[in-house]
C-alpha cells in the first residue's frame, strides 16, 4: 500500500512532498516521544505524531518513514514543511484523534 | 589511548590504524534547527560503505541521540567517526555542564531536561539508554562543568 492510498481512504490533506506520494508504506508507529520513535519505529512506516516543530522531519528522514500523519487536524509550522519539502517527507493531517487514526490504518494495512 | 583535550580528540588502537572511513563533525549547542542532520549524513555514509542493515539501524540511533543530547545540554561539541572493517566507533565529546551522576543519568525516564525541550518530544530520558542498547561497547565519562566523552563501539557481524 501506498501513502496515497492512505490518504484516499482516511480523507488526509498533504502539506508537503505531493511529488511522493507513491512511498510504499510498510507499517506504522505512533508516537510523541522522539526517542521511543527513534528507538522503535522502521524504515516504511507512516509516522502519526503530535508534533508539528521541524525535527520531526529529521526523524523521518532518519528512519525512512513513508510519511508523517499530524493527529486532531494540528498545522505543521512553516519551518517544518520547509523541511519535509527539502527532504521529501510527506507531512499530512489527520482531523482524527492518534487512538481512531492508528486503528484506522492498521485495518488498512492487516487487510 | 584516548587524548581528549579541548574537543581535539585522537584515539590510537590497533583495530583503528585499519580503517574504512574517518570523519569528524562538529555540532552547535542549543540550536535544533539542524538537530539530526549529522546523524541523517553518517547513516548514508554507512549505507554506502555496505554495512549490514542492523548495524545502520543501531548506529543511526546512537548517533542521533548522542546528537541531540549536545545539541540539548552542551555548548558545542563533536562526533568523530571511525569505520573499520569490524566496527563502527564513535568518539563523541562536548563542553558543557557535564553529568555529576552518571549512574542515575543512565535510568530510563530520568532527565534534567527543561520544559522547552520536553515540550518538543525530547528529554523523555531514554537517550543514554537508547545508546547503551544499540552498542557493543558504551563507554561514558564525564567532569562537572568541563563536558562529556563517549565511547560507542557497534561491532559489524
Redesign the interface.
Known amino acids: 500500500m501506498n501513502v496515497e492510498t492512505i490518504i484516499k481512504e482516511l480523507n488526509l490533506k498533504v502539506r508537503s512532498a505531493s511529488d511522493k506520494l507513491n512511498n510504499n508504506v510498510t507499517g506504522g508507529y505512533t508516537g510523541?516521544?522522539?526517542?521511543?520513535v527513534?528507538?522503535n519505529s522502521h524504515e516504511g512506516d507512516i509516522w502519526i505524531?503530535r508534533?508539528v516543530?521541524?525535527?520531526?522531519v529529521?526523524?523521518a528522514?532518519?528512519?525512512e518513514h513513508a510519511g508523517i500523519i499530524l493527529t486532531n487536524s494540528c498545522e505543521p509550522t512553516g519551518?517544518t514543511l520547509e523541511k519535509a519539502n527539502q527532504e521529501k517527507i510527506p507531512v499530512m493531517i489527520s482531523d482524527l484523534p492518534a487512538f481512531e487514526l492508528t486503528g484506522k490504518i492498521y485495518n488498512l494495512l492487516v487487510k | 589511548m584516548v587524548v581528549w583535550n579541548k574537543l581535539k580528540i585522537t584515539v590510537h588502537t590497533a583495530e583503528t590504524e585499519n580503517y574504512l572511513y574517518k570523519n569528524s563533525f562538529d555540532v552547535e549547542g542549543g540550536n535544533f534547527n539542524n538537530a539530526g542532520a549529522i546523524s541523517t549524513q553518517v547513516k548514508s555514509i554507512l549505507k554506502n560503505i555496505g554495512l549490514p542493515n542492523n548495524v545502520i539501524r543501531k548506529a543511526a540511533i546512537a548517533c542521533y541521540e548522542s546528537e541531540i543530547n549536545i545539541v540539548s545540554y552542551a555548548r558545542q561539541g563533536v562526533i568523530n567517526l571511525i569505520v573499520t572493517p569490524k566496527t563502527v566507533e564513535f568518539d563523541i565529546a562536548d563542553e558543557g555542564p557535564g553529568i555529576p551522576d552518571i549512574e542515575l543519568a543512565m535510568e530510563q525516564g530520568y532527565s534534567t531536561a527543561d520544559r522547552q525541550i520536553r515540550e518538543m518530544g525530547f528529554g523523555a530520558g531514554m537517550g543514554l539508554y537508547n545508546i547503551k542498547c544499540s552498542s557493543d561497547i558504551f563507554n561514558l565519562t564525564s567532569e562537572v562543568d568541563k563536558g562529556t566523552f563517549l565511547k560507542i563501539i557497534i561491532n559489524i557481524p
Not at chain 1, 53 to 56: A, E, F, L, P
Open positions: 510523541d516521544l522522539l526517542s521511543d527513534i528507538a505524531t508534533q516543530h521541524q525535527n520531526i529529521a526523524v528522514s532518519l528512519k519551518e
